[in-house]
């Protein structure tokens, strides 16, 4: 029976591994597939402009999507990336604006908050045992008032913070190569997803990552503590989430107290149609990347083409569930 159960194991790996790379490449063809339809539906998609805009918009979308797929390859779900996001960004402005602190502690208080509140989500999950859809619910809540009561429901700008607006609209791509002015905020992203690809695959948070994804209790009875690693990955995830609060409130020089709500579902879309399986336990930060360019170039493509916001909604609404959807035929086939 035992030597079944481990001639079957390799099986099943390869057979993960198989459907991962292939959703992968389905995900970059239908990529490639938006961007040929609308180049054609309208000559204005792939100006020079344009395709900058989609990148810089995909830089704060990506950032907040490699958070949730580090929550999500662990079987849980973070809905609270959005208003986290937001509340960095307003207490980035408390520091800067409201103190008058020097920019590098600006950056670090972002870090620094998004890991705390990482870190509570965690521990809601980790020591109350709350469920995670409900426990990030919650601090989705906290952190979407307490946005608004520090800032007393008002904006808070950084004119008064020289520099703090080149973090993500600034090029020093471009300052080198004059024909490439890709945004700062791209490039930020691309150090980000490095960084969490180098943690998911070559450190022991990332095996532990992995594994309480696909069988924690498996990884409870061999020793582990299990509630510290998963403190430690929502953690990160948050960590990371400030960074994205750093580039969204960089790309309009503000932090704005009402925004917030609404990304944490594109996020979770990006990383379903990259291949990481909701159930947890599979995932890939590559794949988070193609999906998180497929919802830009698609917001940007229905935009560009006049189609109404609302209509942008459904169709976002639509992307999530078929996501979803495909994610258990996969399984089902494994």
Request: charged share 10%; hydrophobic share 50%.
């Amino acid at each position: 029976m035992s030597q079944t159960i481990e001639a079957t194991q390799p099986r099943q790996k390869k057979a993960l591994i198989s459907s991962g790379a292939q959703q992968r490449l389905l995900a970059f063809a239908s990529l490639i597939v938006l961007l040929i339809v609308f180049s054609i539906a309208s000559p204005n998609f792939m100006q020079t402009s344009n395709m900058i805009a989609i990148l810089q918009a995909t830089s704060v979308n990506g950032v907040l999507a490699v958070a949730a797929t580090l929550v999500i390859i662990t079987g849980g779900i973070d809905l609270s990336v959005g208003t986290m996001m937001t509340f960095t960004a307003v207490m980035t402005g408390v520091v800067l604006t409201y103190l008058g602190m020097p920019l590098p502690l600006g950056v670090v208080t972002a870090i620094a908050t998004g890991a705390f509140c990482g870190f509570c989500s965690g521990t809601f999950i980790a020591k109350m045992k709350i469920p995670p859809f409900i426990a990030t619910l919650g601090m989705m809540l906290i952190l979407k008032g307490l946005s608004l009561v520090i800032s007393g429901t008002r904006p808070i700008y950084f004119n008064d913070t020289p520099g703090f607006d080149l973090i993500s609209r600034g090029s020093l791509i471009g300052e080198i190569i004059p024909a490439l002015p890709i945004p700062n905020g791209v490039l930020i992203l691309f150090i980000v997803a490095i960084a969490a690809s180098y943690v998911l695959s070559n450190t022991v948070l990332g095996r532990y990552t992995f594994a309480l994804g696909s069988n924690e209790e498996a990884v409870r009875l061999s020793g582990v503590n299990t509630d510290r690693w998963k403190m430690a990955v929502y953690a990160l995830a948050g960590g990371i989430v400030g960074i994205g609060g750093l580039l969204i409130a960089s790309r309009l020089n503000s932090a704005q107290p009402a925004l917030g709500l609404g990304y944490e579902l594109e996020a979770i879309a990006a990383v379903v149609i990259g291949g990481t399986s909701l159930s947890g336990g599979r995932g890939t930060i590559l794949g988070t990347l193609i999906g998180a360019l497929i919802m830009a170039v698609l917001t940007n493509g229905l935009r560009v083409l006049s189609v109404a916001q609302e209509w942008q909604t459904v169709v976002t609404g639509v992307i999530i569930i078929l996501a979803v959807y495909a994610d258990m035929l996969r399984r089902r086939k494994v």
